[in-house]
């Protein structure tokens, strides 16, 4: 399954003028404060009515205000000479998850899950509430009221009930925001399971590269209401244009494979032909590892150093630098068909003697690849 999604719509200054299609798995929007993510979300919701819109979800128009002919609408959709189609938000089967979880206090988490379930259309095919339990790891919850549970097991439960209306596609509007790094930490192997699990697309809201690294397969770049870059996660991650110049706020995402466990603690990962040492990452040898490496953790040297401790000396290209307002720059860096960036001085550009196109040494400390999550 697949959506589709072109917008246009004033909001007083604001203009939102935004195209992208969001494939099978995990579909971040991505972009400062402002940027127009809420927004988008809550026109694909049907919660608000752009000037101009286009909404398809495999192929079946949930919105398309340019035309009142062509376009075959999903049952129940409204058309009108003015509007063209506009789907209303109860019948687009959406399964919406919150920062907050919103279940039912008065009912147990089985009652909130069977609410879920009371969504699902008589023609679809019922989700297996035991599989989605067992995905979500709430199975021994199930007897319990919303007001025992911590706020990552609330937040898991909100995703089961959304799961189990059979939705065509999942909105998450920053569903981690308002949890602490330890409920994050506990939550997002379960998005990774979704993403990897299902075969809807999943548009999810985040401003936290970390998160964006993890999770996303997509991203889609957003600057003032318009599509800066959308793409395949590592291309668009490791795009200089796309990353913030700020410290600690760019990185690049890598996909590789666990080839080794060493006995002094360190996991070898294969990425294409070189090789990457990390503190030791649980999964077995084979085990495609997804590895989120920050900007400010890369060094750039124009000669294969010596006599260092960084354990990480990767042959390069430089394909790009961006200069920054201040006195930081960003490196792409191509190591055999993976895109890494550095951040690094505009002195140590210059220094250097810094071009595209030059041979150089990306140096990477083993310790600072820690961020790494399990992707199959
Ligand atoms: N009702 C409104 N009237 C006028 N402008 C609005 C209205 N609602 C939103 N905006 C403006 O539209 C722009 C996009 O807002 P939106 O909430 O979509 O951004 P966002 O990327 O989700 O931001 P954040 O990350 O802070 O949630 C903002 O500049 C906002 O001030």
């Not at 000037?51 to 009142?68: N, P």
Request: charge should be positive; proline fraction near 6%.
């Amino acid at each position: 399954m697949s959506l589709s999604v072109s917008l246009n719509h004033r909001l007083g200054a604001f203009t939102l003028d935004a195209q992208f299609d969001a494939p099978q798995g995990l579909t971040v929007l991505y972009g400062p404060s402002g940027s127009g993510k809420t927004t988008i979300i809550n026109a694909v919701a049907g919660l608000l009515r752009p000037d101009h819109a286009k909404i398809t979800v495999d192929g079946v128009t949930l919105a398309d205000t340019g035309t009142d002919s062509t376009a075959q609408p999903e049952i129940g959709a409204r058309r009108t000479a003015r509007r063209g189609i506009w789907l209303p938000p109860h019948r687009r089967r959406i399964g919406y998850v919150f920062q907050d979880a919103r279940l039912f206090p008065h009912l147990s988490v089985r009652g909130n899950l069977r609410y879920g379930a009371w969504f699902a259309p008589k023609t679809a095919i019922k989700p297996n509430m035991d599989e989605i339990t067992e995905m979500l790891g709430i199975g021994h919850l199930l007897g319990r009221r919303p007001a025992g549970l911590s706020g990552g097991e609330r937040q898991r439960v909100a995703i089961g009930r959304a799961l189990l209306a059979a939705p065509q596609m999942i909105l998450a509007d920053e569903p981690l925001a308002a949890l602490d790094q330890a409920r994050k930490d506990e939550i997002l192997p379960y998005f990774e399971r979704l993403r990897d699990a299902l075969t809807l697309p999943i548009l999810y809201v985040s401003h936290a590269p970390s998160e964006v690294a993890r999770l996303a397969t997509t991203v889609v770049a957003l600057d003032a209401g318009k599509v800066l870059r959308a793409g395949p996660a590592a291309q668009v991650l490791g795009d200089p244009e796309v990353t913030p110049m700020g410290p600690r706020a760019a990185g690049a995402m890598i996909e590789t494979r666990i080839i080794a466990h060493h006995a002094d603690g360190l996991t070898e990962l294969a990425m294409g032909d070189l090789r990457l040492l990390v503190p030791r990452a649980g999964g077995r040898v084979g085990t495609p590892l997804r590895v989120h490496i920050e900007a400010q953790d890369v060094m750039i040297a124009t000669r294969r150093p010596d006599g260092i401790s960084a354990l990480n000396v990767l042959p390069a290209t430089v394909r790009e630098i961006r200069i920054g307002q201040g006195p930081g720059a960003l490196v792409q860096l191509d190591a055999d068909g993976h895109i890494i960036l550095a951040r690094v001085t505009r002195r140590s550009v210059k220094n250097l003697g810094l071009c595209a196109g030059q041979k150089v040494f990306a140096i990477l400390k083993a310790v600072s690849v820690a961020k790494a999550s399990i992707t199959g």
